[in-house]
């Protein structure tokens, strides 16, 4: 009997989870292990590389053992992972020369204000579809390059490799013998042309990359490489599918033609408009990048980001303290009629897209003394939405067609109120998946169409069953009138 089942790793920032899938592209069993975070200056995120690839490795393992899978059952196995996050390790000794840049750190802001002083950020976007922020993966990497000692030397004399997540945990999988990337994650380094499609020189000589530091960029589905002494698994499995965690997300809800987009709610929210086959450069403050086809063949998305989302429920529990757990959010929220006038700008580190304004914070306006913590609780999920509809409208105006649907992913999902309300506020049905992980389904999909397990669109689309869909309930004079006090209390905000 053939191997059927995949093997879905979903390497993120604050753990790692693993999926393995049936044949028919069902979730079997799940693994997840925490990733230890570090902090070494205000501002500064970092990840032990070798603490990532322990953390897949737990997952991994227990993954196999609550599913029962047995080593030579596993056809492929796909990777997603947090973009932007850089590593640099020592082809020679295997081991990164400094901890990985997370994609949250801000250590490179000045001299991204000096480039931009220096007039590269049109070039940049035109380029690479990003704005020019330390978000992105090319500051990062040459901030490596110019303070760990001897960096530069080893890079000079090709004894160093570079890489995002995927491509770092790639070459741990085959034993060193692959060092390559797909086209998703490559657009999120600041260093690759979306339209040539290739690693773009001006700007390597600008940041003083070497070539021979940057991996190979290889389609999102298709063989990688195999694997070679992973412990717990089989020599020999195939890596068939990589892609960048939003880009997966996109591809797991089955969003690979233009006009579909999907938003995720996690810590933050990543709202993607698939546009087809040609990039479309955003006037909103959006980011143009890199997505998926049908086959898992390079297209193209507009992006937008919310940097608070599932994160200031948090402060309402860890802050504020007057929740015990997110949960109770969906009660409080609808035992009052509305926020009373409440209206919560969580810029706890800036406004993301399409705002781009890192310097604001956040603030709370309308308040009384009737105001409750069910009034705060209800402001908090509905910031949330305010804010997805900011990406949404940006989008409408730059790809010059509505969003029709918009399908959802990430815990907050779980909030049905909040989904119903981002129903009502956008005046589109919200469609949520029975798998909610579609970050670590869509590697799996890929992985699996990679390696032949599944041949149609109507094979994957099995493994993209929806729970439920929220219609809109409410007129357009309301969603006006509730989107009109979100954008009062930003414009009070910005000055």
Not at 290 to 301: D, F, K
Request: net charge positive.
């Amino acid at each position: 009997m053939s191997p059927s089942t995949i093997l879905a790793i979903d390497q993120g920032t604050t753990g790692t989870t693993a999926l393995v899938l049936d044949a028919h592209g069902g979730v079997r069993a799940r693994g997840y292990a925490e990733l230890p975070q570090h902090f070494p200056k205000p501002g500064w995120v970092e990840h032990d590389g070798l603490e990532i690839w322990a953390s897949v490795l737990r997952a991994v393992k227990l993954a196999l053992e609550r599913g029962r899978v047995r080593r030579d059952r596993i056809a492929a196995i796909g990777i997603t992972n947090q973009r932007e996050t850089t590593l640099v390790w020592d082809l020679d000794r295997g081991t990164p020369i400094h901890r990985a840049i997370v994609w949250q750190d801000r250590r490179t802001a000045s001299r991204c204000a000096q480039l931009r002083r220096e007039g590269l950020e049109a070039e940049i976007r035109r380029r690479t579809g990003l704005v020019l922020d330390p978000y992105f993966s090319a500051t990062k990497l040459e901030w490596l390059l110019r303070h760990v000692p001897g960096a530069r030397a080893l890079a000079r004399r090709g004894r160093l490799r570079f890489g995002t997540v995927d491509a770092w945990l790639l070459w741990k999988l085959t034993g060193g013998a692959v060092h390559a990337t797909d086209p998703t994650n490559a657009s999120r380094t600041m260093l690759y042309d979306i339209r040539r499609r290739a690693w773009d020189e001006t700007l390597l000589e600008r940041f003083g990359v070497p070539e021979s530091l940057l991996p190979a960029v290889l389609p999102s589905s298709g063989r990688f490489g195999v694997t070679d002494g992973v412990p717990g698994l089989a020599d020999g499995i195939a890596i068939a599918g990589i892609a960048g965690d939003q880009q997966a997300a996109l591809f797991g809800q089955g969003c690979v033609a233009a006009g579909q987009s999907k938003n995720t709610y996690g810590t933050g929210c990543f709202l993607l408009l698939h546009v087809g086959s040609r990039p479309v450069a955003s006037r909103s403050g959006l980011l143009t990048t890199v997505a998926c086809g049908p086959r898992g063949e390079v297209a193209y998305a507009l992006e937008g980001s919310v940097f608070v989302a599932g994160a200031a429920i948090q402060w309402l529990r860890d802050g504020l303290e007057i929740i015990s757990s997110a949960v109770e959010t969906a009660a409080l929220a609808r035992s009052v009629e509305d926020a009373g006038g409440v209206v919560l700008v969580p810029a706890f580190v800036g406004l993301g897209a399409p705002y781009w304004r890192p310097d604001v914070r956040g603030a709370i306006f309308g308040l009384t003394r009737g105001t409750t913590r069910a009034h705060l609780a209800r402001a908090t999920l509905e910031s949330l939405a305010f804010q997805s509809r900011d990406l949404v409208e940006a989008m409408a105006r730059d790809a010059g067609r509505r969003v029709k649907v918009l399908k959802v992913d990430g815990g907050a999902t779980a909030n049905d109120f909040l989904m119903q309300y981002q129903a009502d506020l956008l005046g589109v049905p919200v469609v949520r998946p029975r798998v909610i992980e579609t970050t670590a389904l869509g590697a799996g999909l890929l992985a699996g169409l990679g390696v032949g397990l599944w041949r149609s669109q109507r094979d994957l689309d099995r493994a993209r069953a929806v729970d439920r869909i929220f219609r809109p309930t409410r007129s357009r004079a309301w969603r006006e009138s509730e989107y009109a006090r979100w954008r009062q209390a930003v414009r009070l905000l910005l000055g």
